[in-house]
């Protein structure tokens, strides 16, 4: 066992078994500091070049992920999944829509995870199932079926989360546990109403995008309900207010990222607070660089940049983060100097 002391926070001690401390440790996300900013002028860093099937388009995207290989997309319309390298002006197609599982053609797709051995994983929302394609292959395979799937999530164990917006549950895969929700359709804490993306947290912690709530809800491993994340104060675009939810993400100081898809914004709600900061977008929806039509999803890189699946304008944006407001030298910084590291034989 690895354990982790933060020097700024003592009592902040991480732990990983030996076997993830490579692909598991905290990375730079986990300590964006309260006084960090993003650009509010977007990079548009896939697509942007209007809609269609070219190498270098998208055509209504609605998921991404992102980690150190690259942005992986998933091109809903054109029923494939796209992945884009730093820099390059054209994607790759690493999951072709022609091809066939079970003798089915893919749908449309809502969203890709790829997990620390390059499996990827893919919602086919309207042949209602997840597929799994393994590393460098073509031919994928159905792990669930039979499910209204549309958000996924990985856990630092490799295990797969997917929202299912029909039964209002987030299922755990491959123990095929309902691990929130499942109560029928309600807004009761341990019932959900149409759970869009998901994003689950080192301790294996569960946000869910409540879509039909019009809230964030925060589920603890094992826990029978959840907690509320953040409660919008009715429908609105008020610091106070959500409308139509659709992404989520979470940083490791336990502030919540939320794309809006009404609102056409992204809002950063501290751990906690009554109110959101808009980062990203609003108010109106347009096509310039400091505007956004219509996004899904939200997604981290190591270094804080945020992403954004711009979704009617076709393209991903990218938002740099501006870590020179962060105190003592910048908290963040400091965060990911690790003072003590010990090694605990099993």
């Given at each position: 066992?690895?354990?982790?002391?933060?020097?700024?926070?003592?009592?902040?001690?991480?732990?990983?078994?030996?076997?993830?401390?490579?692909?598991?440790l905290?990375?730079?996300?986990?300590?964006?500091?309260?006084?960090?900013?993003?650009?509010r002028?977007?990079i548009?860093?896939?697509?942007?070049l209007?809609?269609?099937?070219?190498?270098?388009?998208?055509y209504?995207?609605?998921?991404l992920?992102?980690?150190?290989?690259?942005?992986?997309?998933?091109?809903?319309?054109?029923?494939?999944?796209?992945?884009?390298?730093?820099g390059?002006?054209n994607g790759?197609?690493i999951?072709?829509?022609?091809?066939q599982?079970?003798?089915?053609p893919?749908?449309?797709?809502?969203?890709?995870?790829?997990?620390?051995?390059?499996?990827?994983?893919?919602?086919?929302?309207?042949?209602k199932?997840?597929?799994?394609?393994?590393?460098?292959?073509?031919?994928?395979?159905?792990?669930?079926?039979?499910?209204?799937?549309?958000?996924?999530?990985?856990?630092?164990?490799?295990?797969?989360?997917?929202?299912?917006l029909?039964?209002?549950?987030?299922?755990?895969?491959?123990?095929?546990?309902?691990?929130?929700?499942?109560?029928?359709?309600?807004?009761?804490l341990?019932?959900?109403?149409s759970?869009?993306?998901?994003?689950?947290d080192t301790s294996?912690?569960?946000?869910?995008?409540?879509?039909g709530?019009?809230?964030?809800?925060?589920?603890?491993?094992?826990?029978?309900?959840?907690?509320?994340?953040?409660?919008s104060?009715?429908?609105?675009?008020?610091d106070?207010?959500?409308y139509?939810?659709?992404?989520?993400?979470?940083?490791?100081?336990?502030s919540v990222?939320?794309?809006?898809?009404?609102?056409?914004?992204?809002?950063?709600?501290?751990?906690?607070?009554?109110?959101?900061?808009?980062?990203i977008g609003?108010p109106?929806?347009?096509?310039?660089?400091a505007q956004?039509?219509?996004?899904?999803?939200?997604?981290?890189?190591?270094?804080?940049?945020?992403?954004?699946?711009?979704?009617?304008n076709?393209?991903?944006?990218?938002?740099?983060?501006d870590?020179?407001?962060?105190?003592?030298?910048?908290?963040?910084?400091?965060?990911?100097h690790?003072?003590?590291?010990?090694?605990?034989?099993?």
């Amino acid at each position: 066992m690895m354990c982790i002391q933060y020097h700024l926070l003592l009592s902040l001690v991480s732990c990983f078994s030996l076997h993830q401390a490579v692909s598991s440790l905290p990375t730079p996300i986990d300590s964006i500091c309260q006084g960090a900013t993003w650009n509010r002028n977007g990079i548009t860093v896939a697509g942007g070049l209007g809609l269609g099937s070219g190498l270098n388009q998208l055509y209504y995207p609605n998921g991404l992920f992102v980690d150190d290989r690259g942005i992986y997309i998933a091109d809903t319309n054109n029923h494939r999944v796209m992945k884009w390298s730093s820099g390059a002006s054209n994607g790759e197609v690493i999951v072709n829509g022609n091809d066939q599982v079970d003798g089915k053609p893919l749908g449309q797709l809502t969203k890709v995870v790829v997990d620390r051995d390059e499996n990827v994983y893919v919602c086919d929302r309207d042949n209602k199932r997840v597929l799994k394609y393994r590393k460098d292959e073509k031919q994928g395979e159905t792990i669930l079926k039979d499910i209204s799937c549309w958000g996924l999530a990985l856990d630092n164990q490799g295990s797969l989360y997917v929202s299912d917006l029909e039964a209002n549950l987030v299922m755990k895969w491959p123990d095929n546990l309902i691990v929130a929700g499942g109560n029928g359709r309600g807004n009761g804490l341990n019932q959900l109403s149409s759970p869009y993306n998901i994003f689950v947290d080192t301790s294996r912690t569960l946000f869910i995008v409540d879509r039909g709530n019009n809230r964030i809800m925060k589920w603890l491993a094992g826990a029978k309900e959840g907690q509320l994340a953040i409660a919008s104060k009715g429908f609105g675009n008020a610091d106070d207010q959500l409308y139509k939810p659709m992404g989520v993400t979470v940083d490791g100081m336990g502030s919540v990222y939320v794309v809006e898809y009404i609102n056409t914004r992204v809002v950063r709600w501290l751990d906690n607070a009554q109110a959101g900061k808009v980062i990203i977008g609003g108010p109106g929806y347009g096509s310039s660089p400091a505007q956004l039509y219509f996004p899904r999803d939200v997604a981290f890189d190591r270094d804080g940049n945020l992403y954004v699946a711009d979704t009617n304008n076709n393209r991903i944006q990218m938002y740099t983060i501006d870590k020179s407001a962060c105190v003592s030298g910048s908290l963040d910084r400091e965060l990911i100097h690790i003072v003590k590291i010990f090694f605990h034989l099993a």
